[in-house]
Nanobody
């Protein structure tokens, strides 16, 4: 079992930056790939980024590539999402998840409650 709690969301102007954190509890955190997804009102939850258990490989959605960076600290049982050059279309609730490396929600077994990110134009 893994419990996940996101933090770091908020309101930011376009072009600004935010850093999301996802703190995990549970003894098997380091064995899971970790992902970030987001969901805007009226839309399906979409993949943002994922990182393998070792941190050695990362994958990004095309819409955030070059602007967002996912990282993890297994000793602190935390995964991060550094978001730069934010755009209004990045506005969504952001969720972290633990599971297998992948880009679909079906590949993740555990989810946090989400944190709101709002980017004003």
């Amino acid at each position: 079992q893994v419990q996940l709690v996101e933090s770091g969301g908020g309101l930011v102007q376009a072009g600004g930056s935010l850093r999301l954190s996802c703190a995990a509890s549970g003894r098997t955190f380091s064995s899971y790939a970790m992902g970030w997804f987001r969901q805007a009102p009226g839309q399906e939850r979409e993949f943002v980024a994922t990182i393998v258990w070792s941190g050695g490989r990362t994958y990004y959605a095309d819409s955030v590539k070059g602007r967002f960076t996912i990282s993890r600290d297994n000793a602190k049982m935390t995964v991060y999402l550094q978001m730069n050059s934010l755009k209004p279309e990045d506005t969504a609730v952001y969720f972290c998840a633990a599971g297998r490396t992948g880009t679909t929600t079906y590949e993740y077994d555990y989810w946090g409650q989400g944190t709101q990110v709002t980017v004003s134009s």
